[in-house]
């Protein structure tokens, strides 16, 4: 395990941030955390981190006791705050030599090491620019080529995607995946869950400060029988076809609005093709077909009863 | 190495910072010839007020009555203005008072000493706090002692009846501190760079707060860098942005101003490195006391001037006053500007009641910061939380 947290409490007053929360996290991952605002994602990356004072509990990176070895435990980190955290001042090429020298980079391998990061980020041709002259996108990158520029083992990047264009946000998730590949381990802090659907192998769900939920992404989705939801577009909805439709084995219901058909089905009835013969039956024909399963999101209001975005 | 990287990009950032630019350098740099200019008369022959002194003549033989006739010439008459007291008790009152500077004592057997050929002076109880009337008034009567001691010469060699003769060396010896004073445009030279000194704090305010208010904070403090790292590398910035701004502006003020920066230079840069300290510590302490950088800037800004201003920097302020110098030593602009034109002015240019010499004045900088850098420490660990 790279990472090991066992029993950590933050407290605020009598306000608890992050309460007896124990986790494993393995090498070469990329590991998700996955909560609504306000569960206690940050407070408990900042508390591993030593960003914040924690209560209790003992937190282990790379197999060292992260309160003995603070400074040597940080030399192989990358973090990406939630905001982008670089000096207005310097340009995007100084900010990335400051942070690499903050990690003992000197000389030509800083420079070589600042120009990989740009390169990485797409910033090559714009590293003389001051991040004020950049687009929420392209500062949202500087803030992962300054967290990168040491090739760090563990690369912490809490809602790295927040308030960006879906251009930008899917090259930040392309990176992910790229810096993973290169033998990173991520540890990736969001709300969005199509974001950790997409990128993440092992996926723990926080809420209030508590883990509610963990394991892989089928693992999760085991955990609640939801039903499938089929919805078809047709040329034509009639009587006779939702009555059909209704006798196949695990319909639950069938339910016509205008032209178009949602059938929901028992999880696992795997009757699509009965669905689909049914319909070219009755002489009309599928415009378009959306299955809906069981999503992460599916999950989280299973658990808490509340939407991820709440 | 961190606390030299640190310390050089934050040089490099201040630098590049217009504003910081415009209030540092160019701000100051235009002040010192504005108030130089429009501020000029109030520099210019400055009139001596008459100096109070009491008198307590003990002596009843010839050489007492001289005295009083010598204080009686109309020459010290311009200078001083002369009360008799019947005692030493009285006069102490007085000058408890702020009544009188000094109490002259013709003491009980001066006509006898002199007469036997001793050494007879006429003693002078000051202020405890000395300024250039005490002065005047000890050149007075030094001029006078030894103008006794010519007596006793001539006394021993002819024997003869000895009587007052009047002494013109009295007043030249009081008007020798012409040019060892400062000008409009040296005064405020001074009180321009200490106003550039000290409201620098305003950058270590800001330095700071990235640290612990500021988003990049997190980065820095998850990069692996000793606290003490980033603290002494952020203050040693800062002293070094405010200690080279200093360095400009006297120059600059120096050729083309002709501000004069007297010839002490290594006691210069004393005082410019000690109220660069000081700026830099009270900036970090007050905005760890608001919990912003912003905040911070605002209070600083307005505690500076009006610290400036109760130091006499915008407007001279002449005063003999025990409570009003000691309301301007409030000031901590005070102290690096009383120590300024001391080191400069060879400690004639005394304007003010002053507790400490040049160096408690520079003692008391590095006594500041110390305290101020102690209450950030305390501040600091109540914020981290």
Redesign the interface.
Known sequence: MIVEIKNLVKR?KDFIAVDNLSLSIKEGEIFGLLGPNGAGKTTTI?TI?G???KDSGIVTIFGKNMDKN???I??N?G?V?Q?????N??TAYENIA??G????LRGNLLKERVEEALEFTGLLDRKKDYPGKYSGGMQRRLNIA??IVHKPKLIIMDEPTVGIDPQSRNHILNSVKKLNENGSTVIYVSHYMEEIEELCTNITIMDHGKIIASGSKEDLKSLVALDEKLTLTLSNVNYTMVDQIKKISGVKECIPEDRNLTVISQKGSRNLSRIIDSINNSNSEIVGIDVEKPSIEGVFLTLTGRKLRD | MNILYIALSTVKRNFRDKKSLFSSLFMPILMIIVLGTALNSAFQGQKIDKINVCYLNQDSGSQGSNFNKFLENDEIKDILNVKKVASIEEGEKLINDNKAISLLLVPEDYSEKLKSGENAVIQIYNTKYTDYKNEIIENIVDAYNSGGNTMLTDAKLNAKDLSYTRYNSVNESIISTIGKVPGAIDYYGISMLVLALMSSSIFAADAVSEDYFKKVGIRIKAAPVKKYERLIGKILGCVIDIFIKGIIIIVFSKLVYHVNWGGSFGMIALIMLSSAVYSTIFGMFVTMAVGSGNRASGIITILNNVFTFLAGGYALIVTQDVTESALMHLSPNFYPMTAFLNVIYSNNYKVNVQFFNTFGYISMLWVFSALLFLGFMVLEGRRIK
């Open positions: 605020y900042n981190l960003l914040s004072k603070e400074e040597e940080k030399r980190i973090i705050p905001d982008i955290a670089v000096f001042d310097l400051f942070f020298r903050l990690y003992g300054c967290a």
